[in-house]
């Protein structure tokens, strides 16, 4: 395993996945357990996403860009990040140019499109946290 799952074996990284997609979520809930990292808890809606926040402080937000809703995955992260400061990972099956440019504006940390193989998710989850 690499550096993350020795990390964890110590430091229990701790994530919060926000996805809207059942499928998705469920994915998540596997793989990261298998790359060493605890889930505090799995939203599948916005709404419980500052309360999950605040009850648990995860070190890492997984979250879904295009969620049902008035507020996008970005929007969601930004609010909660008065909350924590913990970094995000914004996941989307459909990039586009108006969201990359939101997502430089909010100059938050990484991007990956879904469906992601683990290696992708590994190093993007190394890189925001620093163990790259």
Do not use: W
């Not at 430089?104 to 946290?129: C, G, I």
């Amino acid at each position: 395993m690499t550096g993350v799952g020795t990390l964890n074996e110590v430091h229990k990284i701790t994530a919060l996945s926000v996805e809207d997609e059942a499928p998705v979520a469920m994915a998540l809930q596997d793989r990261l357990p298998r790359m060493g990292y605890s889930i505090c808890d799995s939203d599948l809606s916005r709404r419980r996403a500052a309360e999950t926040t605040e009850r648990y402080k995860p070190h890492i937000i997984l979250s879904e860009i295009n969620l049902v809703g008035d507020m996008d995955g970005i929007d969601v992260i930004t609010k909660r990040h008065s909350i924590t400061k913990a970094p995000a990972i914004f996941i989307s099956a459909y990039p586009s140019d108006m969201v990359m440019e939101h997502l430089t504006r909010t100059k938050r940390d990484e991007y990956t499109v879904k469906p992601s193989r683990e290696n992708t998710l590994r190093n993007a989850l190394d890189s925001v946290l620093g163990l790259t």
